[in-house]
């Protein structure tokens, strides 16, 4: 990227809109600004609204707003200018092409958050919680992209780096003078600094389980033999007619996926194919594929028809099942169409009626339960990016490298090398240590005039 052009973009989404929103930001923004909008003051005053015709060539495009940001003191941390017109396409390219043609360039995807990033008004972590920040679809979503935007988790990364930097600096002073044999760093310390930062990012690394399922939605998988009523069950969740419904054994042979959210907290359920046994090939792919998506879910449902299988008999099958799929997901066998006369009474079982809706909110308030529980951790800080919980394994297996040291007494130079990798990965995550390939990587993924 041309890090000292002007850079321009339409920055609303796109289609049309009551209102546009176009940004400038480098060095000739209000240049460029002052080319489309002839009224501009020479000197705006920063943080003022200016309301007053655009044009461009062929004459004027609309009635616009100008606010002004002086650099440092902006997104960017260089001069913008946002220009808000009325959300016409039209207006829109007819103006973005006239801010071209004035001098700007157009900006590539998350070029404007990435210069906020060189300019140092936010770290990497933050950077990428931009992004986060605008995908959420959800409460919880929202309120864990927004933690991190707000920097906690990237200064406690940081503090704990600079933590490091002090001790491998005295380390590597010792080498210099090595031939007196003393020693600048106490050991004893290093050893309760190192304790402490394998603890933390030990805890990092488990809040991770939590943090991305967050982000990515809580997948759910519904699994059961045919007619117990999956497909009733994920209608019923949905309250929308999303699968089809049939008394014919083997009517579902793929898998159907949905969201929903639930008290702020984003679900992905998923309507597998019935399991039994079958000659038919089309179907056994379908089952298959049912225990796949079930050893990837967070939680299974395992349902079981009440007018067929007695409590027990679902419980036999759920240990069954958990031999299939794994230890990972979380196994909760349901009783469904309690309502019919033929059903038989459960005492501990979760039962439910997803025709009628009876027990659908104890099932739910399961789901939630689930939720809390995977959040085990005493911190208030979740990692949900896995680029992050990529570098903390990288430094945690260097900081046990150095504390593995210190316990055999090797030599300081040796010492020095995990200390430095450490930093090295923790600086990976606030952007303190990147490369061209790194920020082209995440800030590519963000969308245009973000």
């Known amino acids: ?269 998923i309507d597998t194919a019935g399991i039994r046994r079958t000659d038919d090939t089309v179907e056994k792919l379908g089952i298959e594929r049912s225990y796949k998506k079930a050893s990837e879910a967070s939680i299974v449902v395992l349902l079981g028809d009440a007018s067929v299988v007695a409590e027990g008999a679902l419980r036999t099958e759920a240990a069954m099942l958990r031999k299939k799929i794994g230890e990972g997901p979380r196994i909760i066998p349901v009783l469904n169409k309690c309502d019919v006369p033929e059903a038989r009474a459960s005492k501990e079982t979760l039962s439910i009626s997803a025709r009628s809706g009876t027990g659908l909110s104890a099932l739910q308030q399961a789901f939630l339960n689930h939720v809390q529980e995977m959040r085990s951790g005493p911190g208030d800080i979740v990692v949900t990016n896995a680029r992050h919980v990529d570098a903390l394994k990288k430094a945690r297996t260097s900081l046990l490298e150095a504390k593995k040291a210190i316990d055999l007494g090797i030599s300081g130079e040796l010492l020095a090398i995990d200390l430095r990798r450490a930093q090295h990965h923790l600086g990976e995550i606030t952007g303190r240590i990147t490369t061209d390939d790194l920020l082209g990587s995440i800030f590519g993924r963000f969308c245009i005039g973000k």
């Open 1 to 269: 990227m041309y890090e000292h052009d002007t850079i321009a973009a339409i920055s609303t989404a796109p289609g049309a809109g009551a209102i546009a929103v176009l940004r400038l930001s480098g060095a000739r923004a209000l240049e460029v600004a002052g080319r489309i909008a002839p009224s501009l003051p020479l000197e705006p005053l920063p943080r003022r609204a200016y309301f007053m015709p655009v044009i461009d060539l062929d004459g004027q495009v609309d009635e616009a707003v100008l606010t002004v940001f002086k650099g440092p003191n902006s997104y960017t941390g260089e001069d913008v200018v946002e220009v808000s017109v009325h959300g016409s396409v039209y207006i829109q390219q007819r103006l973005l092409q006239a801010l071209l043609d004035a001098g700007a360039r157009l900006a590539q995807p998350g070029e404007f958050t990435q210069r906020a990033f060189l300019n140092r008004k936010m770290d990497l972590s933050q950077a990428e919680a931009v992004a986060d920040l605008i995908a959420s679809q959800s409460a919880a979503q929202h309120r864990l992209a927004l933690q991190q935007l707000r920097g906690g988790f990237g200064a406690r990364i940081e503090e704990l780096r600079q933590q490091l930097i002090d001790f491998a600096a005295l380390i590597e002073l010792e080498l210099d003078f090595s031939e007196e044999d003393v020693q600048f760093a106490q050991r004893i310390e290093l050893q309760a600094l190192l304790d402490r930062l394998v603890d933390l990012s030990t805890e990092l690394i488990d809040s991770f389980r939590y943090g991305n399922a967050i982000k990515q939605g809580i997948p759910v998988a519904i699994v059961g033999a045919p007619n117990s009523g999956k497909s009733t069950l994920l209608n019923a969740l949905l309250k929308d007619d999303r699968a089809i419904v049939s008394d014919i054994p083997g009517t579902t042979r793929d898998t159907v996926e949905e969201t929903m959210t639930i008290e702020g907290v984003l679900f992905r359920f």
